[in-house]
């Protein structure tokens, strides 16, 4: 057998294979779809939900689900971006270094379930935080933290280095030069990743079960002390999320319409997803053509 037809052979065989993951990735993403689409409205994506009455919607799961996601990456963006700048810009090739990424690269991992464990011994036990949303955030910034550093650090590094030296030739501090030139240049690659590790989040569940809660209370949006319970701001209220809604309603089985109110909240929370993902490839080609053209 000649070198062009095992070349043609392999090739026939890895698109073979490709396709058959794409269709079945397709398969799975349509039949969610159908079958929650139709469950979807206005009143699903606003109304609380009922366990022992039909016609509840996901909306206090949804703003959970969307809080909980903003208060992780304030807390998780910040220290991933200087650990990313650290380990990119600063950190020398030692022993200490191949440490810290060998751990990063454990960390990211973990099963979400084993990181919700040490969640809930951490931060709901020992913190003394209970089950709220700064128990699951704190969480998932342990769950989220290494990939998203990981990404940083190898947006920095895609930056070319005459970058750096140009900067420096001009002369700004190195500092300067990481902040001012590199930082900016590394942008599209870095919102890119954020935005994926957002969509992540988003569609995390075995974390939150046992550090977030499993109960929905009601909110009074005119409430807006921090401090009180009732409060849609406050973290140490317990807060169910949209994917920990679907285990809960596919578990307990307490509600009559409990397959229509899962299917429908799976199809919001498939859509959410490839929002995120989508809309994170939009925004970086969309930074990236900026960046060039300027």
Same mark, same amino acid.
């Given at each position: 057998?000649?070198?062009?037809?095992?070349? %043609?052979?392999?090739?026939?065989?890895?698109?073979?294979?490709?396709?058959?993951?794409?269709?079945?990735?397709?398969?799975?993403?349509?039949?969610?779809?159908?079958?929650?689409?139709?469950?979807?409205?206005?009143?699903?994506?606003?109304?609380?939900?009922?366990?022992?009455?039909?016609?509840?919607?996901?909306?206090?799961?949804?703003?959970?689900?969307i809080?909980?996601?903003?208060? +992780?990456?304030?807390?998780?963006?910040p220290?991933?971006?200087?650990?990313?700048?650290? &380990? #990119? *810009?600063y950190a020398? %090739?030692?022993?200490?270094?191949?440490?810290?990424?060998?751990?990063?690269?454990?960390? #990211?991992s973990?099963?979400?379930?084993?990181?919700?464990?040490?969640?809930?011994?951490?931060?709901?036990?020992?913190?003394?935080?209970?089950?709220?949303?700064? #128990?699951?955030?704190?969480?998932?910034?342990?769950?989220? &933290?290494p990939?998203l550093?990981?990404?940083?650090?190898?947006?920095?590094?895609?930056?070319?280095? +005459?970058?750096? *030296?140009?900067?420096?030739?001009l002369?700004?501090?190195?500092?300067?030069?990481?902040i001012?030139?590199?930082?900016?240049?590394?942008?599209?690659?870095?919102?890119?990743?954020?935005?994926?590790?957002?969509?992540?989040?988003?569609?995390?569940?075995?974390? &939150?079960?046992? /550090?977030?809660?499993? #109960?929905?209370?009601?909110?009074?949006?005119?409430?807006w002390?921090?401090?009180?319970?009732?409060?849609?701001?406050?973290?140490?209220?317990?807060?169910? /999320?949209?994917?920990?809604?679907?285990?809960?309603v596919? /578990? *307990?089985? /307490?509600?009559?319409?409990?397959?229509?109110?899962?299917?429908?909240?799976?199809?919001? &929370?498939?859509?959410?997803?490839?929002?995120?993902?989508?809309?994170?490839?939009?925004?970086? %080609?969309?930074?990236?053509? %900026?960046?060039?053209?300027?």
């Open positions: 057998m000649n070198a062009k037809r095992s070349d %043609k052979i392999a090739t026939g065989i890895l698109y073979t294979i490709s396709g058959i993951i794409v269709l079945i990735l397709a398969a799975l993403l349509l039949y969610i779809l159908v079958r929650g689409v139709p469950h979807i409205s206005w009143s699903f994506l606003t109304e609380p939900s009922k366990a022992y009455q039909t016609g509840g919607g996901i909306g206090i799961q949804l703003f959970n689900s809080y909980l996601l903003l208060i +992780t990456m304030i807390i998780s963006f220290l991933s971006l200087g650990a990313g700048i650290y &380990l #990119s *810009e020398g %090739k030692n022993w200490l270094t191949d440490v810290i990424r060998t751990s990063i690269e454990i960390l #990211s973990l099963p979400s379930v084993v990181v919700g464990l040490f969640g809930f011994l951490v931060f709901v036990i020992q913190f003394q935080y209970g089950f709220s949303i700064i #128990s699951g955030a704190l969480a998932l910034t342990v769950f989220n &933290l990939l550093t990981r990404t940083i650090e190898e947006s920095l590094q895609a930056v070319h280095y +005459t970058q750096r *030296e140009a900067g420096l030739a002369g700004l501090s190195r500092w300067e030069t990481v001012r030139v590199v930082v900016p240049e590394a942008t599209p690659g870095i919102l890119t990743g954020v935005i994926l590790s957002s969509g992540r989040i988003f569609g995390e569940a075995a974390a &939150l079960i046992y /550090t977030a809660g499993q #109960s929905a209370p009601a909110l009074d949006f005119s409430n002390n921090p401090l009180s319970v009732s409060s849609p701001i406050s973290i140490f209220r317990q807060a169910e /999320t949209l994917a920990v809604h679907i285990w809960k596919n /578990t *307990e089985g /307490t509600m009559p319409d409990g397959v229509s109110v899962s299917a429908g909240a799976s199809a919001v &929370l498939i859509i959410a997803v490839l929002l995120f993902n989508f809309g994170a490839r939009a925004i970086g %080609k969309r930074l990236y053509r %900026k960046m060039t053209s300027a």
